[in-house]
């Protein structure tokens, strides 16, 4: 029987693109070749504020993320402007959106693949080359606002996937 787990796992391990997601990643936020270390739920908000567009007007404009990691139901971190993302044991990074995919609804935040470009810390995100946002639910505000320099928030969820080459 211990083989056959190890199989079944191996097998899941093989065509499992994240812990999350159900069906494979779109092409633009796949990341082949590269292993999950950590994958957590995010719960927060997008935060946007009201300034004057290309065109004069004002309009909201994407500002800042904030938000708690959570596994198993715990926090375990927390996401904020960067975009960083920060563990409980003092280990961090940074990363650069270089993809993207539209979200499950139109009041959805589109899904990223993000390049990590710093980390700090000897701890489980010191070795994360990659990170996905999947799976997000809600964190859209557009269009107009009435005063420049005014800011709201939209609530949002997602999970992030955090991957290593290799």
Not at 15 to 33: M, R, V, W
Not at 82 to 102: F, T
Not at 113 to 124: I, M, Q, S, Y
Not at 140 to 163: Q, R, T
Request: glycine fraction near 10%; hydrophobic fraction near 40%.
């Amino acid at each position: 029987m211990p083989a056959f787990k190890s199989l079944a796992f191996a097998a899941f391990a093989l065509t499992s693109t994240s812990a999350f997601a159900a069906d494979p990643l779109p092409e633009s936020i796949a990341a082949p070749g590269e292993s999950v270390v950590l994958s957590v739920h995010a719960e927060g908000a997008q935060v946007y504020e009201c300034k004057a567009a290309a065109d004069g007007k004002l309009a909201w404009a994407f500002r800042e993320p904030i938000a708690t990691l959570l596994s198993d139901g715990k926090t375990i971190g927390r996401h904020y402007a960067g975009p960083n993302w920060e563990h409980a044991d003092g280990s961090a990074v940074v990363g650069k959106a270089v993809g993207n995919a539209p979200g499950t609804t139109a009041a959805d935040i589109p899904w990223l693949k993000l390049e990590v470009t710093a980390r700090r810390g000897n701890g489980v995100l010191a070795p994360i080359t990659t990170v996905q946002r999947i799976n997000t639910r809600g964190g859209k505000l557009e269009g107009s606002c009435d005063k420049a320099g005014e800011f709201k928030s939209a609530p949002y969820s997602a999970n992030y996937v955090f991957l290593k080459k290799g």
